[in-house]
């Protein structure tokens, strides 16, 4: 069994399993701009960043600060109509805003992503670093289970030339442990 979890793959799937059980783990599906998207995501609450950025400007439970990390997906097809994807590996803060109530709720991040290949969907990304910035309109259906909408924009923020953004929707199935 222990042979089994010796490649990069099955340590990232044990390290995904493991933050999972402390936090929320979920699924995202969509797309946009002529890709499919799937997602697989963990989010768990921040301490230090609710205490020391969200507490000094919005005291009270309004806004909750979280860290997620998400492995994307995206598929597409290129002029010649070969398939092509890439993996887009997406990690930093994110808000929770209660409003209008603690059942329904907001959901806002910027995130630095990196991009396993560039080009997508004869899209020339400009290259592997790039900025994910994300609003979802999220319903917590039972204390567990949550589902929800999300609309983001990944591009790379002038860092290179092209830069022409891809902006996807989805549709969010997320589990608290």
Known sequence: MWNRLRGPRHRAVMAFAGLALCAQAGVRVG??????????????????????????????????????????????????????????????????????????????????????????????????IQFTSHGGLVFQVTPRLAVGLRGQHTSNSRLYKPNPGMNLASVTLAYRF
């Open 31 to 128: 797309g946009g701009e002529g890709l499919d998207y799937h997602s697989l995501f963990v989010s768990w609450p921040s301490g230090w960043l609710q205490t020391h950025a969200v507490q000094s400007w919005l005291p009270g439970d309004l806004v909750q600060a979280y860290w997620d990390l998400s492995v994307e997906r995206w598929e597409g097809e290129d002029n010649n109509g070969g398939d092509n994807q890439t993996e887009v590996y997406i990690f930093g803060p994110v808000a929770r805003v209660n409003w209008p109530s603690d059942r329904l709720y907001f959901l806002f991040g910027v995130q630095p992503s990196y991009m396993s290949h560039p080009h997508i969907d004869d899209d020339d990304m400009g290259g592997n």
